[in-house]
């Protein structure tokens, strides 16, 4: 029932923007692109209950805006909410909620662009705040890092289009209700990675298929470790 | 159709496997501790009279070092106080003599050696505050580490200062007084922190469970169990 739902405004938006295929021609500098989709995760944080992997699963929602200068660079800003509850058939009883709300902020130079390819290298910053819900307290962690980020993107025709995008952070800074760390790659290795599909409904919308893929993993005595799958599905609105 | 299915068991098999190595298997010994361990040493409630267990339990809830402590041995660890009517104080509790369990007596848990101690940290002026002068290596306040010669350790934190009477090297046995109870270091009012671990280090071990023998918890008597929170206990 949810997943029907969620198509609604999908083919309502696809009739709308079909109306005004035909009415705009200048390049759009901005866009705002709405996406949902289906996360499975699963979680280690030894520091948090004795469990070797908590797996969840549910519903990640995103919103980003990114605007395009005259120079084909990009800068992106986009916020993700995660809402779930962590699980483990082996000590239920430690079975908790879990929420994450994230930022990521970007600017990406474009240094290559010839024949329907570009590519884009430059900053991330990526900030995090996890929060474990239990019976009547809750939990959080805070965590920033900052690191380069990069995106490829090849026009197939004027409608279709592939992208994939690829950020290492370089160093989290990380806050939990014990204490305050930074660590560096050493100790900390991420990986954010996405690649999708566009399709250009008219100039203003364009709709979006894309497949995320998360890790993070903390060498602490307190180990940490996360992995999402995502896969969604985005309404691009330009203008 | 029968190709989407093939296609679609192959991609979940992929990422299952991949969840596998990504997350690894460190803590599996944390979850075996929690699921089959069984105190080695015999162990009984480390204090006289009728004792209020306000941290104390396996789960989030009644847990309240899940989220500190793996690392520095206190997973399992017990806070416990003295509670009359419902009040661990007389009066507006503003004085540390005002809580019923400061100055109380506090025994060994268990046979053992006496292998590392604190005796002279002020226990903290006011009940709810932390004097400024704690620090990382002075959170246990006053306190006692017990080797039991089995590889369990027990901690025994937060004495009052001055108080104890036991010195590096002795031998205890389970029932003999050691100190008084106080709040010196991380304590926000008078209390005895206890946990057992796994290492002979200050703070810096795993936590294992503590299962104390014959006692009573809410007037019930446990052959062997681990108090929880909420509890009311007391040495048979």
């Known amino acids: 029932m949810k997943i029907k739902l969620l198509f609604i405004p999908f083919i309502s938006i696809l009739f709308y923007a079909t109306g005004f295929a035909q009415m705009e021609t200048n390049k759009k500098k901005h866009s705002l692109e709405f996406s949902t989709g289906y996360n499975s995760g699963s979680l280690k944080n030894l520091e948090f209950a004795p469990i070797a992997r908590y797996d969840y699963n549910g519903l990640v929602s995103k919103l980003k805006y990114e605007r395009h200068s005259s120079r084909g660079n990009l800068f992106t800003i986009q916020l993700a909410y995660l809402n779930s509850e962590l699980q483990t058939d082996l000590i239920p009883v430690l079975n908790l909620g879990y929420t994450k709300i994230g930022m990521r902020i970007s600017y990406l130079k474009q240094v290559y662009s010839k024949n329907n390819l570009s590519i884009h290298l430059g900053l991330q910053s990526h900030s995090n705040v996890s929060i474990y819900a239990k019976e009547n307290e809750n939990r959080s962690i805070v965590d920033q890092s900052f690191g380069l980020g990069s995106r490829f993107s090849y026009q197939i025709n004027d409608k279709h289009s592939l992208f994939s995008e690829l950020a290492i952070p370089m160093v989290l800074f990380r806050v939990t209700d014990a204490n305050a760390n930074i660590f560096s790659l050493n100790r900390y290795q991420g990986v954010l990675w996405n690649i999708g599909y566009n399709h250009s409904l008219s100039k203003e919308i364009d709709l979006k298929f894309s497949y995320d893929f998360n890790y993070d993993r903390l060498q602490i005595p307190n180990a940490f470790r996360e992995v999402q799958y995502q896969f969604n599905l985005g309404i691009n609105f330009k203008f | ?236």
């Open chain 2, 1 to 236: 159709m029968k190709h989407i299915k093939i296609i679609s068991t192959l991609v979940v098999i992929l990422l299952s496997s991949c969840t596998d190595v990504l997350i690894g298997d460190q803590g599996t010994t944390d979850e075996d501790r929690y699921l089959n361990y069984q105190t080695k040493t015999d162990l009984e409630l480390p204090f006289d009279e009728e004792w209020y267990i306000s941290v104390g339990g396996r789960t989030h809830l009644t847990g309240g070092h899940h989220f500190i402590t793996r690392g520095v041995g206190q997973r399992y660890a017990y806070d416990i106080g003295i509670v009359i009517d419902g009040r661990s104080f007389i009066g507006d509790g503003s004085k540390n003599e005002d809580h019923y369990c400061f100055g109380k007596r506090l025994n060994a848990p268990g046979d053992g050696k006496i292998i590392a101690l604190e005796n002279n940290i002020d226990d903290n002026y006011t009940p709810g505050i932390v004097n400024r002068s704690i620090n990382a290596n002075t959170i246990a306040g006053n306190y006692i580490l017990i080797d039991h010669l089995n590889g369990e350790y027990s901690m025994l934190a937060h004495f009052k200062k001055g108080t104890i009477i036991v010195s590096v090297g002795d031998t205890v046995v389970k029932g003999q007084e050691v100190g008084k109870t106080g709040n010196s270091g991380n304590s926000t009012g008078p209390h005895l922190h206890y946990h057992v671990q796994d290492t002979p280090d200050y703070l810096n071990g795993f936590g294992l469970p503590a299962q104390f023998n014959n006692y009573y918890a809410d007037d019930v008597l446990i052959a062997s169990g681990e108090p929880i929170r909420g509890q009311m206990v007391r040495k048979e």
